[in-house]
């Protein structure tokens, strides 16, 4: 079957860091780029972060960038997101996507981060 | 970054009747080699989004041929030409012609 997992997130005082991965199956991972979206509670849906294929391109939206980094392990069909130096704004489910035509058409059921004292 | 506005913000909606959704950019969603990058998803409550349409019209598999894209340049609209009980939830559009990505505000969309 066609899926993405995500996996890693919970609770974390302002500063700290985590780590999310998402586990891809059931499809060519290394063929398609893939992004990071998150959802803050009953609000809207923001696009964090993307990688290429071969992990050599990137961008971040500017509100994670020098605090996020993205990556991935095609031989573990695996997409990660460290984020550190962690605020309460960052506070949202994050869902890893597939990439194809320029949007995201598989979607994860999301990981919720949350970031409080 | 790119300014996606929808109209309007809650549509409510009689079953077998027809919704439209209009979604507005601040630039050009128009690529150099003539694509449009623009799609739209539909969220239910704890779900995660799906894709409907893709590149202005293109309907993604499983999709009901109910579910319509149309537009270009900056200016589109999604259109249900029934409304069926399962359509309920918001429907965000998204440009991925310019980084970052960004997604309209979101439009819900209710039974009367």
């Known amino acids: 079957e066609v899926q993405l997992a995500e996996s890693g997130g919970g609770l974390v005082q302002p500063g700290g860091s985590l780590r999310l991965s998402c586990a891809a199956s059931?499809?060519?991972?290394?063929?398609?780029?893939m992004s990071w979206v998150r959802q803050a509670p009953g609000k809207g849906l923001e696009w964090v972060a993307i990688i290429n294929q071969d992990g050599s391109v990137k961008y971040f939206v500017d509100s994670v960038k020098g605090r996020f980094t993205i990556s991935r392990d095609n031989a573990e069909n695996s997409l990660y997101l460290q984020m550190n130096s962690l605020r309460a704004e960052d506070t949202a489910v994050y869902y890893c996507t597939r990439d194809i035509h320029r949007t995201g058409d598989l979607w994860g059921q999301g990981t919720m981060v949350t970031v409080s004292s | 970054d790119v300014v996606m506005t929808q109209s309007p913000l809650s549509l409510p909606v009689t079953p077998g009747q027809p919704a439209s959704i209009s979604c507005t950019s601040t630039?050009?969603?128009?690529?150099?080699?003539?694509?449009?990058?623009l799609s739209w998803f539909h969220q239910r409550p704890g779900q995660p989004p799906r894709q409907l349409i893709y590149?202005?019209?293109y309907r993604d598999s499983g999709v009901p041929d109910r579910f319509s894209g149309s537009g270009s340049g900056t200016d589109f609209t999604l259109k249900i030409s029934r409304v069926e009980a399962e359509d309920v939830g918001i429907y965000y559009c998204l440009q991925g012609r310019h980084w970052p990505r960004t997604f309209g505000q979101g439009t819900k969309v209710e039974i009367k």
């Open positions: 590149k202005v019209s």
């Open positions: 630039q050009s969603l128009v690529d150099s080699d003539g694509t449009t990058y």
């Open positions: 059931g499809f060519a991972f290394n063929s398609y780029w």
